[in-house]
């Protein structure tokens, strides 16, 4: 198991959907982005409610296993990321999502 389905284990462990409160499935967690270590993940419910859109910010453990800190250069960035961002979400998902869902199977 690689790092990224590692972190979607993770994920699934926290998201639910708001209105049935059910843990998503696995194949219904969709990477549609990702910038850095920042993730922006949509959810569909099994029980055809709303999808959501969720962002995950990882970070990198440092030797000694403890989380290192985020960085002010890293706030920056997603900062820079989220000023020049339009609100298309569907260029983003075309951008990144496409390549990365085909490689997730």
């Known amino acids: 198991m690689n790092?990224?389905?590692k972190l979607i284990k993770e994920i699934q462990k926290t998201l639910f959907c708001p209105e049935c409160k059910k843990r998503?499935?696995?194949k219904n967690i969709k990477?549609?982005?990702f910038f850095d270590e920042t993730?922006?993940?949509e959810t569909r419910c099994e029980n055809d409610h709303e999808s959501l859109l969720a962002v995950f910010i990882t970070q990198k453990k440092s030797k000694t296993n403890k989380l290192a800190p985020m960085s002010a250069n890293d706030g920056v960035k997603f900062k820079k990321y989220l000023k020049n961002f339009n609100g298309n979400f569907k260029s983003v998902f075309?951008?990144?999502g496409e390549k990365n869902e085909n490689n997730r199977t």
């Open 24 to 26: 998503f499935n696995l």
């Open 39 to 41: 993730y922006i993940l």
């Open 31 to 33: 990477l549609r982005g």
């Open 94 to 96: 075309n951008k990144h």
């Open 3 to 5: 790092n990224f389905d």
